[in-house]
Structure formats: structure tokens, C-alpha cells
């Protein structure tokens, strides 16, 4: 299989967007533009929202926060940042992070290889309204948990 090899160039407001539960993602970079090697996703979190904890088996996710506050737990350290902060979560790892202000906050992720963009893809809803969230209900929760095993992702139990 050849590569395809070619530059990829975006503007500030471009990029495919998508609700993830109560973030806004733009899809800055993708595997399909990388050929696997990467996929890079800016992403707007509402306030005191983030994803359960959990685990990638196959990527590694390094976040670049742009804007806000966040925590980040990652392993067994919990840590708290700001912009310009850098935090790496390599794959096998238990990690989540929340918004900590009170406006939303903005991070890049870039996940290695590509692939979990898929899982944005597929669990993401279209934008009609970029300031407002729709809800996060009991059938997406569901959803996420059905279609995680897909992309190598699993949720630890509260307890663990």
C-alpha cells in the first residue's frame, strides 16, 4: 500500500465540528490526512465537564491547553493546568480531566497513531448550535459504552 504523503493546510475556523457530550471538537487533523501516523482535535469543554475515567489500549493523547483551567488526573497524579501546559497520557494508562472554571476551556489533543478519531466520529453529534450543548443523555452514555470496545478503550470502575 503507498503512502500518500501531502500537505495538509487548514485556516482558524476550519475543520469538520462535532458535539462529543459536552465538548465542542474540530477535526484539525485526521488519520485519513496522516496516513495514520496522527489526528489532532481542538476541542471547547463547558465548564466542570469531562469524560469518565478511562483507559486507550492503542493511542497515546498529549494535551496542549490553550485556554482555562483543567485537572487532569493521569495514573495516580492529579494535577492542575492552566495555558500553555502540557499534559502526556500514554496509552494504557487510566486518565480524565475536567474543566475546573466556570467558562469554557480549550485544549489541542494529538492522538498517536490515529485512530480514536473514529470513536468522535461515530459517538459525536452535528453542530446546529455551537454556544449550547445538547443534553447528555442516558442513550448516549449507553452508546459510548457499546461502541468503547471498538476503539480499544475501557472504563475502569470507580473504585479502581
Known amino acids: 500500500m503507498e503512502l500518500q504523503r501531502r500537505p495538509v493546510y487548514l485556516s482558524g475556523g ?13 477535526f484539525k487533523l485526521t488519520g ?24 486507550h489500549e492503542r493511542e497515546d ?4 491547553v490553550i485556554e482555562g483551567e483543567f485537572e487532569f488526573l493521569a495514573g495516580e497524579a492529579t494535577i492542575r493546568v492552566g495555558a500553555g501546559s502540557v499534559v502526556y497520557g500514554p496509552r494504557g494508562i487510566p486518565h480524565t480531566y475536567r ?13 498517536t497513531p490515529a ?7 461515530e459517538l459525536g453529534e452535528p453542530v446546529s448550535d455551537p454556544s449550547e450543548p445538547p443534553p447528555v443523555t442516558s442513550g448516549k452514555i449507553k452508546k459510548m459504552l457499546t461502541i468503547s470496545p471498538r476503539y480499544g478503550i475501557t472504563f475502569p470502575p470507580p473504585d479502581a
Do not use: K
Open 14 to 26: 476550519e475543520g469538520r465540528s462535532l458535539w462529543m457530550l459536552d465538548s465542542l471538537i474540530t
Open 32 to 55: 485519513e490526512e496522516t496516513d495514520g501516523a496522527l489526528a489532532l482535535v481542538d476541542s471547547w469543554v463547558m465548564p466542570h465537564s469531562g469524560p469518565p475515567l478511562h483507559i
Open 61 to 64: 493523547e498529549t494535551f496542549y
Open 99 to 111: 474543566n475546573t472554571g466556570d467558562g469554557a476551556g480549550r485544549f489541542l489533543t494529538l492522538i
Open 115 to 121: 485512530g480514536f478519531e473514529g470513536f468522535f466520529r
